[in-house]
């Protein structure tokens, strides 16, 4: 179990520009989660996968958000045109569930920071 | 809405010493509380979870929480605290009585501070 890999660690860019993270979950979960830390808070959910298909996105994913998980293993969250407000911490999860509810924990990345200049 | 409070922003206690973090949680239905830890510049790492049964369940590191549903609370506890626990404690419930699909809601958090 190598659990879940997240890259870049750090990312730092200007007003304006975008930026692509990459999430590989743990190789057997067929669930995958993407939630944003801000500093001083508790993640905040912002969208989840079920294999391939995206099945539940928060208000907090404007459009400027994208996320995909194109063959239901890896996948990527893209932040177009970025704000200084979108500075944070963005973790992805995963986990191996059937149904819901699903009682099974999710196993967290070690995220990426992305810093807005 | 379902959601969870943790109460203390910051818990101080000295090592050796029983160590309470508090959690409470309001839920539509049956709920499915989990805790987990932060060490700076990482991810979250679970401890432990109450799905249903036992109100006490024990976790990883010899952690354990008491869940109460009379209270709606959900405690995490540790019999003798280590330096070594000092971090940034998450409790969270699932939310899937909104129709979600399991998305976990954290609280704030709380910093437990391990003095020597």
Known sequence: DTGVSQDPRHKITKRGQNVTFRCD???EHNRLYWYRQTLGQ???FLTYFQNEAQLEKSRLLSDRFSAERPKGSF???EIQRTEQGDSAMYL???SLGQGAPDNQPQHFGDGTRLSIL | AQSVAQPEDQVN???GNPLTVKCTYSVSGNP???WYVQYPNRGL????KYITGDNLVKGSYGFEAEFNKSQTSFHLKKPS???SDSALYFCAVRDYFTGGYNKLIFGAGTRLAVHP
């Open chain 1, 25 to 27: 979950p743990i190789s």
């Open chain 1, 42 to 44: 508790g993640p905040e």
């Open chain 1, 75 to 77: 996948s990527t969250l």
């Open chain 1, 92 to 94: 992805c999860a995963s």
């Open chain 2, 13 to 15: 206690v000295a090592e």
């Open chain 2, 32 to 34: 499915y509380l989990f």
């Open chain 2, 45 to 48: 790492q679970f401890l432990l």
């Open chain 2, 81 to 83: 605290a280590l330096v």
